[in-house]
């Protein structure tokens, strides 16, 4: 029984979803196969650009309050 269920998932098509349409990955010619490699791939660098500017920008806040600590305190304003 589990040798059959092992040939059927063998058996089942892999598919990607584009723009809502359900393509089987077998039915796509090289080229689109090669498109479809491009954009994982820029979609991973994005993902990796998207993690690095937040922690940028954490790291920018984090300067930020560090240097309005060191800031000599005026009277006019309350110390944040």
Known sequence: MADKQAKNDVEQKQKVNIDGNEYELDSLSDGAKSQLVNLQLVDQKINAVQQELAFLQT???????ALVSDLPFKSDKLPT
């Open 59 to 65: 790291a920018r806040n984090a300067y930020a309050n």
